[in-house]
């Protein structure tokens, strides 16, 4: 039972930036370099999860044993280089309309992202000036368990103060909402990338949409 909305919580690639395409490529080519076989779409099978826990999964498939720290940093350095390859990732289309109505609620809003890359801040406060305070952002650096453990969407209320049922997360990956239903959250997905809608209800998604605008538009049927 959802009481009034007091805190929005979103995350970061496939919400609020159009990255996903150019992580999944990344990934793919610098699994194969490193001889992993990692298909485009299962990155987004495994989006959320930290670089750390992809990295060994690949390691525990392939070789039957954990990744080593050394293997962990050389293979998530030439990840992010592969990725720095790409242009920057455009907003989201629709995401700033989103914000700024929401903005204009008075609802608090929050990034809870996976991604703990040093320019995440700029990036934020560049794309959308004026909508999310430093210390409504959290990133894998504030967490000990990253996504599908429940504990960044936890922190996320902690931080806001509000109960389960006065918030909101927009996510769009199945361990992303997973992660936010096992906080107990009333979760929104939005089904930016190729996995059929099946794959974000089957972790629980309290509603599937298609595009940021259609969240938008129906923000006071969906929450009241
Ligand atoms: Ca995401």
């Given at each position: 039972m959802m009481k009034n909305i007091r805190a929005v919580?979103?995350?970061?690639?496939?919400?609020?930036?159009?990255?996903?395409?150019?992580?999944a490529k990344s990934w793919e080519t610098v699994a194969k370099q490193f001889g992993f076989d990692l298909p485009y779409e299962e990155v987004f099978m495994n989006e959320g999860r930290t670089g750390f826990s992809t990295?060994?999964?690949?390691?525990q498939r392939t070789h039957g044993r954990d990744a080593t720290q050394q293997e962990i940093d050389d293979i998530?350095?030439?990840?992010c280089q592969e990725f720095n390859k790409y242009p920057e990732a455009p907003q989201?289309?629709?995401?700033?309309?989103?914000?700024?109505?929401l903005q204009?609620?008075?609802?608090?809003?929050?990034v809870v992202t996976g991604s703990g890359q040093p320019s995440l801040l700029e990036r934020l406060r560049l794309n959308f000036p004026g909508i999310f305070r430093p210390e409504r952002i959290i990133s894998s650096k504030d967490v000990k368990h990253g996504k599908p453990h429940p504990e960044?969407?936890?922190?996320?209320?902690?931080r806001a103060g509000v109960e389960a049922n006065e918030a909101v997360v927009v996510e769009?990956?199945?361990?992303?909402?997973?992660?936010?239903r096992a906080a107990g959250i009333f979760t929104v997905a939005v089904n930016?990338?190729?996995?059929?809608?099946?794959?974000?209800?089957?972790e629980g998604a309290n509603i599937v949409l298609a595009t940021l605008h259609e969240l938008c538009e129906q923000w006071e049927s969906i929450v009241g």
């Open positions: 919580f979103f995350d970061m690639d496939g919400v609020l930036f159009d990255s996903m395409p150019a992580h990295i060994n999964m690949l390691m998530y350095e030439a990840k989201m289309p629709g995401a700033m309309e989103l914000l700024i109505k204009r609620k008075g609802l608090a809003l929050y960044p969407y936890l922190m996320a209320l902690d769009n990956a199945p361990l992303g909402v997973r992660s936010a930016t990338g190729p996995l059929p809608n099946i794959a974000l209800e089957a």
